[in-house]
C-alpha cells in the first residue's frame, strides 16, 4: 500500500474509532474512570485529553515494540505484559516531564495521567491493533480516533450527569445506579452509527 | 524448549528492567525536589523527600489521615487544609469540594504533591492520634477478674481528653497467632500526660484481656495508638448522673480526676452497679472524690448481696436505683458507660423519667 491509501485508510479507522467502534461504548472499556470521573465536564475534559494523548501515543509505542521487538524475537505471546510495562513507564515518563517542565500543562493533563495508567481502554487499544494488523501509520489514526471517541462519551456522560444532579432521582436508582443505565442508553445511542462507516 | 522459555524471559525482563532503569535515571534528574519541610498545625515540623503525594509522606510520618480509595482521588476523603505552598486546586479535586471549602483552602491530600514547603492544617484529633511505646509498670487486682495497668509511655507525652479510649496492640503470644487491637478507655488522672491507667475485665477466651491477665508482666514493653473517641464531658453547667459498672468505671474514674483537677463544681452522682459486693472496687478512691469534690456523690448498688456481708447500701439493679433516687431527671445529663445491655436498660429509664435524648451521653463496651 502507498503511503497515499495509507493515510485515507487512517482517517476511515479513526473515524470509525470515534462513532461506530467507540472503544467505551460498544467494547466497554476505560469503564472505571469513566464511571468515577464523569460529575463535572470541567474534569472529564480534562481526563479526556489525557487519554487521547496517552492512547496515541502508546499505541505508536507498542506498535514499534511489537514489529521491532517481539516479532523478530517470536515472543509475540508476551505483549500482553510488555505492553503494560510499556504504557506504565511511558506514562510515568511523561508525568514525571510534565511535573518540571511545564506547571500549566501538568494541571491541565499531567494530573490525569497516574489515573489512566492502568485504564484497560489503554491496553485494548494496543492489542486491537496488534489484532487487526494495522500498519504504522493506521495505528496513529486508529489510537487518536480511540481517544477521541473515549473523550465524546465521557464528556457526553459529565453533561448528563450534571443535569440531572438536581433532579429528583429515585434514592435506589442514585449514583451508581443511574450512571450504569445512562452508559446502556448511550451505548443502545451510538449503535445508530453502526453501517455508517465501513471501517475495519 | 526449555532453553527458549529461559529465553524469553530474560528478554522481557530485561525490556522492563532497562524502562525501570530508564525511569530511575530520570526521576533523578526531573523528579528531584529535594528536602521539603511541612509544618503541621504551627506546631511540628516534618522534612520529607519532595516529589510524593502529601498524603503519603504524612502516612509516612504515621500522620494517619483518612483515605478509603488509596490515594486515587475518587473518594474525597482525605480533606485537610492547605494554607501555603500547594498550588493552585485542581480539576481532580474539584468534583469533591464546595465553595466553602475552597475558600478555606481544603484540598485532597491525595492530589497535592510535594513540591516545596508547605504548610497544612489537619484536624487536631487527626494529628493526635499515634502510636506510643509504654513499659507496664504496675498491675493491680481489682476484683477476681478486674485488674488495673499502668503503662508508662517511654517516648512521648499523650494529650487526651477525659472519656477518650486507646487501643491496644496484643502481640503475637501462645494463644493468639495475630496481632490484635483492642480498645480500653483511659482511666489515669488526665494531668499525668506519660502515664495510661487501663481498668480491663478478663473476657473469658478473649485475646487481648488474657494476654493482659495472663502473660503480661510488670516491665514489659506494649504499644498502644488512640486517642479516640467523641465520649466526654459537655461544658454545660448541669448535674451529672454517672451510670458504670464493672471495667466502665475507667472513663468515669478519667472524667473525675479531670473535675478535680479544673474544680468542676457541677453536681454529680455516680450509680455503680455490681452483684456482688466483691465486684466492687476503688471505694476509697471514690470516697476520696466525695470529700475532693464540690458536691459528688458514689451510690454503689448491689443487685444480690449475701445474707451474711450486711449490706446497707441501696439493692437491686442500677435501673431501679435510678429510678427510685434520681429526682428531676429532666435537668440531668446523663454518661453511661458499659456493656449494650445495661446501657440501653438505662437509656429507657431516663427517658422515662422525662430526660431528652440529647442529654444522654453513652460508650457502649462491645
Redesign the interface.
Given at each position: 500500500m502507498n503511503a497515499e491509501s495509507q493515510i485515507a485508510q487512517a482517517m476511515i479507522v479513526c473515524l470509525s474509532a470515534v462513532f461506530t467502534n467507540n472503544i467505551l461504548l460498544t467494547y466497554f472499556l476505560g469503564m472505571c474512570p469513566f464511571l468515577?470521573?464523569s460529575?463535572?465536564v470541567?474534569?472529564s475534559l480534562?481526563l479526556g485529553f489525557a487519554v487521547i494523548f496517552v492512547l496515541t501515543f502508546t499505541c505508536m509505542l507498542n506498535w514499534v515494540t511489537y514489529h521491532y521487538?517481539l516479532l523478530p524475537?517470536g515472543?509475540e505471546f508476551?505483549r500482553f505484559?510488555?505492553f503494560i510495562?510499556?504504557i506504565a513507564?511511558f506514562v510515568?515518563?511523561v508525568e514525571?516531564?510534565l511535573?518540571?517542565?511545564s506547571?500549566l500543562l501538568y494541571?491541565?493533563l499531567g494530573?490525569?495521567l497516574?489515573?489512566i495508567t492502568v485504564n484497560c481502554a489503554i491496553l485494548g487499544a494496543s492489542l486491537f491493533m496488534v489484532i487487526r494488523d494495522y500498519s504504522f501509520i493506521v495505528t496513529i489514526g486508529y489510537g487518536l480516533g480511540s481517544g477521541i471517541g473515549w473523550l465524546l462519551a465521557i464528556i457526553a456522560m459529565a453533561g448528563i450527569r450534571q443535569k440531572l444532579a438536581n433532579e429528583r432521582i429515585p434514592r435506589g436508582l442514585q449514583g451508581p445506579g443511574i450512571t450504569l443505565i445512562i452508559a446502556g442508553l448511550m451505548a443502545l445511542a451510538f449503535i445508530g452509527f453502526t453501517g455508517v462507516l465501513q471501517g475495519k | 524448549m526449555i532453553l527458549s522459555i529461559f529465553i524469553a524471559v530474560v528478554i522481557v525482563s530485561s525490556i522492563g528492567a532497562a524502562l525501570a532503569g530508564l525511569l530511575v535515571i530520570s526521576e533523578y534528574f526531573f523528579a528531584n525536589y529535594g528536602k521539603c519541610k511541612i509544618t503541621v498545625n504551627d506546631q511540628r515540623e516534618i522534612t520529607v523527600d519532595g516529589g510524593n503525594s502529601l498524603l503519603s509522606v504524612l502516612v509516612d510520618d504515621k500522620i494517619f489521615i483518612p483515605s478509603a480509595c488509596g490515594g486515587r482521588g475518587t473518594c474525597g476523603l482525605c480533606k485537610l487544609k492547605a494554607i501555603e505552598g500547594a498550588g493552585a486546586l485542581l480539576p481532580t479535586e474539584e468534583p469533591y469540594l464546595d465553595t466553602e471549602e475552597r475558600e478555606l483552602n481544603v484540598r485532597l491530600s491525595c492530589q497535592v504533591k510535594v513540591r516545596n514547603d508547605l504548610k497544612i492544617e489537619i484536624p487536631p484529633e487527626l494529628f493526635a492520634i499515634r502510636e506510643y511505646t509504654c513499659k507496664c509498670v504496675d498491675i493491680v487486682d481489682l476484683t477476681y477478674d478486674i485488674k488495673r495497668f499502668r503503662l508508662e509511655l517511654l517516648d512521648a507525652e499523650i494529650d487526651y481528653i477525659p472519656g477518650q479510649y486507646v487501643q491496644l496492640l496484643t502481640p503475637v503470644y501462645q494463644g493468639s497467632d495475630e496481632e490484635v487491637y483492642r480498645a480500653y478507655s483511659i482511666a489515669s488522672d488526665p494531668n499525668q500526660k506519660n502515664i495510661i491507667d487501663l481498668i480491663i475485665r478478663l473476657v473469658p477466651n478473649g485475646i487481648c484481656t488474657t494476654y493482659c491477665f495472663n502473660y503480661l508482666k510488670v516491665e514489659d514493653q506494649i504499644k498502644i495508638n488512640g486517642p479516640y473517641g467523641d465520649f466526654r464531658l459537655s461544658d454545660t453547667d448541669a448535674p451529672i448522673a454517672f451510670i458504670a459498672g464493672g471495667s466502665g468505671m475507667a472513663p468515669v474514674r478519667c472524667i473525675l480526676h479531670h473535675m478535680k483537677n479544673t474544680a468542676n463544681n457541677r453536681k454529680a452522682i455516680y450509680y455503680f452497679g455490681a452483684n456482688k459486693i466483691k465486684e466492687l472496687f476503688l471505694v476509697d478512691e471514690m470516697k476520696m472524690f466525695e470529700a475532693q469534690l464540690n458536691d459528688f456523690q458514689f451510690a454503689p448498688v448491689i443487685a444480690t448481696p449475701e445474707e451474711e456481708e450486711n449490706w446497707s447500701g441501696q439493692r437491686g439493679l442500677v435501673t431501679e436505683a435510678v429510678q427510685q433516687n434520681l429526682k428531676n431527671a429532666s435537668q440531668y445529663e446523663a454518661y453511661l458507660c458499659g456493656s449494650p445491655g445495661m446501657i440501653d436498660a438505662s437509656i429507657k429509664v431516663l427517658l422515662g423519667l422525662g430526660m431528652s435524648e440529647e442529654k444522654i451521653f453513652y460508650d457502649k463496651f462491645e
Amino acid at each position: 500500500m502507498n503511503a497515499e491509501s495509507q493515510i485515507a485508510q487512517a482517517m476511515i479507522v479513526c473515524l470509525s474509532a470515534v462513532f461506530t467502534n467507540n472503544i467505551l461504548l460498544t467494547y466497554f472499556l476505560g469503564m472505571c474512570p469513566f464511571l468515577g470521573c464523569s460529575r463535572e465536564v470541567k474534569t472529564s475534559l480534562g481526563l479526556g485529553f489525557a487519554v487521547i494523548f496517552v492512547l496515541t501515543f502508546t499505541c505508536m509505542l507498542n506498535w514499534v515494540t511489537y514489529h521491532y521487538i517481539l516479532l523478530p524475537l517470536g515472543l509475540e505471546f508476551f505483549r500482553f505484559i510488555l505492553f503494560i510495562i510499556t504504557i506504565a513507564a511511558f506514562v510515568q515518563f511523561v508525568e514525571m516531564v510534565l511535573d518540571r517542565t511545564s506547571p500549566l500543562l501538568y494541571q491541565k493533563l499531567g494530573i490525569f495521567l497516574p489515573l489512566i495508567t492502568v485504564n484497560c481502554a489503554i491496553l485494548g487499544a494496543s492489542l486491537f491493533m496488534v489484532i487487526r494488523d494495522y500498519s504504522f501509520i493506521v495505528t496513529i489514526g486508529y489510537g487518536l480516533g480511540s481517544g477521541i471517541g473515549w473523550l465524546l462519551a465521557i464528556i457526553a456522560m459529565a453533561g448528563i450527569r450534571q443535569k440531572l444532579a438536581n433532579e429528583r432521582i429515585p434514592r435506589g436508582l442514585q449514583g451508581p445506579g443511574i450512571t450504569l443505565i445512562i452508559a446502556g442508553l448511550m451505548a443502545l445511542a451510538f449503535i445508530g452509527f453502526t453501517g455508517v462507516l465501513q471501517g475495519k | 524448549m526449555i532453553l527458549s522459555i529461559f529465553i524469553a524471559v530474560v528478554i522481557v525482563s530485561s525490556i522492563g528492567a532497562a524502562l525501570a532503569g530508564l525511569l530511575v535515571i530520570s526521576e533523578y534528574f526531573f523528579a528531584n525536589y529535594g528536602k521539603c519541610k511541612i509544618t503541621v498545625n504551627d506546631q511540628r515540623e516534618i522534612t520529607v523527600d519532595g516529589g510524593n503525594s502529601l498524603l503519603s509522606v504524612l502516612v509516612d510520618d504515621k500522620i494517619f489521615i483518612p483515605s478509603a480509595c488509596g490515594g486515587r482521588g475518587t473518594c474525597g476523603l482525605c480533606k485537610l487544609k492547605a494554607i501555603e505552598g500547594a498550588g493552585a486546586l485542581l480539576p481532580t479535586e474539584e468534583p469533591y469540594l464546595d465553595t466553602e471549602e475552597r475558600e478555606l483552602n481544603v484540598r485532597l491530600s491525595c492530589q497535592v504533591k510535594v513540591r516545596n514547603d508547605l504548610k497544612i492544617e489537619i484536624p487536631p484529633e487527626l494529628f493526635a492520634i499515634r502510636e506510643y511505646t509504654c513499659k507496664c509498670v504496675d498491675i493491680v487486682d481489682l476484683t477476681y477478674d478486674i485488674k488495673r495497668f499502668r503503662l508508662e509511655l517511654l517516648d512521648a507525652e499523650i494529650d487526651y481528653i477525659p472519656g477518650q479510649y486507646v487501643q491496644l496492640l496484643t502481640p503475637v503470644y501462645q494463644g493468639s497467632d495475630e496481632e490484635v487491637y483492642r480498645a480500653y478507655s483511659i482511666a489515669s488522672d488526665p494531668n499525668q500526660k506519660n502515664i495510661i491507667d487501663l481498668i480491663i475485665r478478663l473476657v473469658p477466651n478473649g485475646i487481648c484481656t488474657t494476654y493482659c491477665f495472663n502473660y503480661l508482666k510488670v516491665e514489659d514493653q506494649i504499644k498502644i495508638n488512640g486517642p479516640y473517641g467523641d465520649f466526654r464531658l459537655s461544658d454545660t453547667d448541669a448535674p451529672i448522673a454517672f451510670i458504670a459498672g464493672g471495667s466502665g468505671m475507667a472513663p468515669v474514674r478519667c472524667i473525675l480526676h479531670h473535675m478535680k483537677n479544673t474544680a468542676n463544681n457541677r453536681k454529680a452522682i455516680y450509680y455503680f452497679g455490681a452483684n456482688k459486693i466483691k465486684e466492687l472496687f476503688l471505694v476509697d478512691e471514690m470516697k476520696m472524690f466525695e470529700a475532693q469534690l464540690n458536691d459528688f456523690q458514689f451510690a454503689p448498688v448491689i443487685a444480690t448481696p449475701e445474707e451474711e456481708e450486711n449490706w446497707s447500701g441501696q439493692r437491686g439493679l442500677v435501673t431501679e436505683a435510678v429510678q427510685q433516687n434520681l429526682k428531676n431527671a429532666s435537668q440531668y445529663e446523663a454518661y453511661l458507660c458499659g456493656s449494650p445491655g445495661m446501657i440501653d436498660a438505662s437509656i429507657k429509664v431516663l427517658l422515662g423519667l422525662g430526660m431528652s435524648e440529647e442529654k444522654i451521653f453513652y460508650d457502649k463496651f462491645e
